[in-house]
């Protein structure tokens, strides 16, 4: 028995060690094949704006800021969507719930490059022909303090804008589907006992049910951020592609993803060194925000009850 034991947590310990030596070796591929970048250019490669493949000029600002962006505007759209979802679905009726539930989940079935051709095809014309002159043309959004730098000048359907709407719909179904899970792992006494105590559906979601699920619930918001993070089929469809800061939510630009999926095949030399860089910028972003989520949990334990 105590042999079995230590087999089984040998091979666990192994699986997890594979685990750490991959994200290991991901970065140092990525530093060496970038070496040249950093060497040229150094830190001020992440805030110069010129991307000039002919004089050998490259910057990652441009990109950075077009990724930051869409994914902000993703998360600010799927958070309360998914929220509401997997609320609704937790206390709908069996003959609601499931099919609802079956249809959220099959969104995440849909591959990258049909999310992408849609709103080519659907989502870009109705922007174009309707939403956009009816934000700038007829309430005059453009005029109010602010609506200029907010919404930038001129629209065509694509842009940041476009790009975060398609995201939301693409994180959707993973952050409702963990949220959903969190709902339902709370024990039925901490319901019972708030609504016992007078507490509204409201008041318990928010008091009981949030509280004693925060690390699910987050872990599914940072589940969804780091997928808009690194999309780029459906991305690159819509955003216009345009290595230039953005100019506001309805302007063209790329992330750091689509830049990648443009330029890497035809790459060579000093751009194929800082498409590297620019992949080596995801990844931490990616995973600084995974260590600040963490670290921001530990902080809030005390907090929470937890020990």
Partial sequence: MQQTDTIFRTTCLLCASLVGLLMLGIFIQLGMHSADTWS????????????????????????????????????????????VAALFVTEAPGWLAK???????????IPSVIYGMWGLFVLVPLLQEHVQPF?????RLTELPGGTWLLGEGYSGFGFFTAGIILSLMILPYMSAIMRD????????????AYGLGCTR???????????????LLGGIFIG??????????????????????AGLFSSGTTIAATLACNFAEADGLQLSALFALGLILLLMSFSIQVAAQYYLHLTRGARGER
Avoid at 54 to 68: C, H
Avoid at 99 to 109: E, G, K, Q, T, V
């Fill in 135 to 139: 934000l700038v043309d007829e309430l």
């Fill in 202 to 216: 409201w008041e318990t979601t928010r008091d009981v049910i949030m509280r004693y699920g925060i690390r699910g």
């Fill in 182 to 193: 969190v709902f339902r792992m709370t024990p039925p006494m901490l319901r019972e006992s």
């Fill in 40 to 83: 040229r250019f150094g830190l001020s490669f992440l805030w110069t704006q010129d991307w000039d493949p002919a004089a050998d000029l490259y910057g990652a600002w441009p990109n950075i800021a077009g990724t930051l962006l869409t994914t902000a505007i993703a998360l600010l759209i799927a958070i309360p969507l998914s929220f």
């Fill in 99 to 109: 099919p609802l539930s079956h249809c959220i989940d099959l969104l995440a079935a």
């Fill in 225 to 246: 951020m780091g997928r808009a993070l690194g999309e780029t089929m459906a991305v690159l469809f819509v955003i216009g592609n345009m290595m230039d800061l953005p």
